[in-house]
Nanobody, 126 residues
Framework: QVQLVESGGGSVQAGGSLILSCTTSGRPFTMLTLGWFRQAPGKEREFVAFISVGGATPNYADSVKGRFTISGDNSKNTVYLQMNSLKPEDTAVYYC???????????????????WGQGTQVTVSS
């Protein structure tokens, strides 16, 4: 079993920055693929970014590429999502997710992830 605890959400004006954190426990951090998803009101939960097992190969949704950065700190069992140049359309509840598959995954599908955090609200005002 893997536990995920997110923090760092909040309110910011357009153009601002926030950093989200997700601390994991229950399984070695380096054995996990970690992703961020978000869900805006009335919309499906969508992929934002993921970082593969061992911290390699960050991958981003086109809507956030160049603005968001996902990274991991093995010593803290924590994955971060640095969000810059925020836009009102980035407003959503952001979720951290994890799985321990070694192969046969894309990293972008919700169904691939076995563990989810509780979510943290990000609100961007214009």
């Amino acid at each position: 079993q893997v536990q995920l605890v997110e923090s760092g959400g909040g309110s910011v004006q357009a153009g601002g920055s926030l950093i989200l954190s997700c601390t994991t426990s229950g399984r070695p951090f380096t054995m996990l693929t970690l992703g961020w998803f978000r869900q805006a009101p009335g919309k499906e939960r969508e992929f934002v970014a993921f970082i593969s097992v061992g911290g390699a190969t960050p991958n981003y949704a086109d809507s956030v590429k160049g603005r968001f950065t996902i990274s991991g700190d093995n010593s803290k069992n924590t994955v971060y999502l640095q969000m810059n140049s925020l836009k009102p359309e980035d407003t959503a509840v952001y979720y951290c997710a994890a799985h321990s598959k070694i192969w046969g995954y894309s990293g972008r599908a919700r169904s691939e992830y076995d563990y989810w955090g509780q979510g943290t609200q990000v609100t961007v005002s214009s």
